[in-house]
């Protein structure tokens, strides 16, 4: 019973690097969510996949892209990282019968 | 102006002490959801309300459409309680996005 699985945990990037968060879920859930989350702020939406081959765009998307691979995955890229985009990021997905949403445990990501 | 309101910010208390963190809202919502998040920890969902009341051992949470009002109590509050308490709403029609609050932290002392 896995719910949403991310990774990496923990990564730390050079300023100009690419990486790609992984996500995954086994629930069937329909939609996913990437979010970001700064020190003393909330959750801010970067992306979001409403079914499998939509993808739109939250209120943070610059400078990041995400690819709804299947049912089961959504990842988020970093193309040329900043330290700006220092942050923890979670992904989630949603059951959208019951509007009951599952996190996954988060990846804090450090640019310097 | 914030859509979705939470009070206090901040809230310290005694072990056993009632607890109830209160959440106002401005928008037409589908559901609302209680989450819990621990220092340096992930994002846990204790409820989703789109009516009445639920109960989850010592965690309650009401829900009033008419005045766009929600409260997560915490009966015989303990020192692991202590957490960020976020409020967040789905707003009807926004294929499913939430609105969040900005969170409660709360510090429970033994």
């Known amino acids: 019973n896995a719910g949403v699985t991310q990774t990496p945990k923990f990564q730390v990037l050079k300023t100009g690097q690419s990486m790609t968060l992984q996500c995954a879920q086994d629930?069937?859930?329909?939609?996913m969510y990437w979010y970001r989350q700064d020190p003393g702020m909330g959750l801010r939406l970067i992306y979001y996949?409403?079914?499998?081959?939509?993808?739109d765009k939250g209120e943070v998307p610059n400078g990041y892209n995400v690819s709804r691979l299947n049912k089961r995955e959504f990842s988020l890229r970093l193309e040329s990282a900043a330290p700006s985009q220092t942050s923890v990021y979670f992904c989630?997905?949603?059951?959208?019968?019951?509007?009951?949403?599952?996190f996954g445990s988060g990846t804090r990501l450090t640019v310097v | 102006k914030n859509e979705v309101e939470q009070s206090p910010q901040n809230l310290t208390a005694q072990e056993g002490e009632f607890i109830t963190i209160n959440c106002s809202y401005s928008?037409?919502?589908?559901?609302l959801h209680w989450l819990q998040q621990h220092p340096g920890g992930g994002i846990v969902s204790l409820f989703m309300?789109?009516?009445?009341?639920k109960k989850h051992g010592r965690l309650i949470a009401t829900i009033n459409i008419q005045e766009k009002h929600s409260s997560l109590h915490i009966t015989a509050s303990h020192p692991r309680d202590s957490a960020v308490y976020i409020c967040?709403?789905?707003?009807?029609?926004?294929?499913?996005?939430?609105?969040w609050g900005a969170g409660t932290k709360l510090i429970i002392k033994p």
């Open positions: 967040a709403v789905m707003e009807a029609d926004s294929n499913y996005q939430l609105i």
């Open positions: 996949s409403a079914s499998e081959g939509t993808t």
């Open positions: 309300l789109s009516s009445g009341k």
């Open positions: 989630a997905s949603l059951r959208q019968s019951n509007y009951g949403y599952t």
């Open positions: 928008v037409g919502i589908s559901a």
């Open positions: 629930m069937n859930h329909n939609s």
